[in-house]
């Protein structure tokens, strides 16, 4: 069963913070958050695991709040780089089933 | 370079064909996942392998299948082609069998069907 991410598209100008939603009706066991540039590979941003532990990227900061089996990325004072589609990655079965993405747009 | 190895990068065929994707996974990963992005869409899951043994199953069509080798590299196998099936197919691999660490993305294999 696949999280739901909100919401579908930002659009932010540089400078600007931005947060994604992303939760599931299953417990989780681990959430994952990718970004992926138009026509890209995924790129791995950060990890949040059962019990707080959190591995990831120093300048995007995400959340996990186990009860309520929703996680949040925080992306303060955007850059243009930060431009994409992110999709948090929820493991529920041993696999990994990821929400339809969030298209994030990052002006000048 | 993510380390993980995908061919054919792009493959024209018509319908009603059958086409082979391949994955070769980062030195030392066991586990090997496949996913299928439609235009503008998420990654849908189609299958997990761990060690040569299928682990998790998604939304694969019957028309699909897939194998992991004794070296640990993966194909998947897509028969009776219809247009639908345009995509892009992603390989990913970990470390293990469990998904507590980072997925590693290969440069997926673009299938255009006519």
């Known amino acids: 069963q696949q999280p739901v991410q909100s919401p579908q598209a930002v659009i932010l100008r540089e400078g600007e913070d931005a947060v994604i939603n992303c939760s599931s009706s299953k417990a989780l066991y681990s959430v994952h958050w990718y970004r992926q540039k138009h026509g890209e590979a995924p790129i791995f941003l950060m990890i949040?695991?059962?019990?707080?532990e959190q591995k990831g990227h120093d300048k995007i900061s995400a959340s996990f709040n186990e009860k309520k089996q929703q996680s949040s990325l925080y992306l303060t004072a955007s850059q243009l780089s930060y431009s994409g589609t992110y999709f948090c990655g929820t493991e529920i079965y041993d696999d990994m089933r990821f929400g339809a993405g969030t298209r994030l747009t990052v002006k000048p | 370079d993510s380390g993980v190895t995908q061919t054919p990068k792009h493959l024209i065929t018509a319908t009603g064909q059958r086409v082979t994707l391949r994955c070769s996974p980062r030195?030392?990963?066991?586990?090997v996942y496949w996913y299928q992005q439609s235009l503008d869409q998420g990654l849908q899951f189609l299958i997990q392998y761990y060690n040569g043994e299928e682990r998790a199953k998604g939304n694969i069509l019957e028309r699909f299948s897939a194998q992991q080798f004794p070296d640990l590299h993966s194909e998947l196998n897509l028969s009776s082609l219809e247009l639908g099936d345009s995509a892009l197919y992603f390989c990913?691999?970990?470390?293990?069998?469990?998904?507590?660490?980072?997925?590693?993305f290969g440069e997926g294999s673009r299938l255009t069907v006519l």
């Open positions: 030195s030392g990963d066991l586990s």
């Open positions: 949040l695991l059962k019990g707080g």
């Open positions: 990913a691999s970990s470390v293990d069998a469990g998904v507590t660490g980072e997925l590693f």
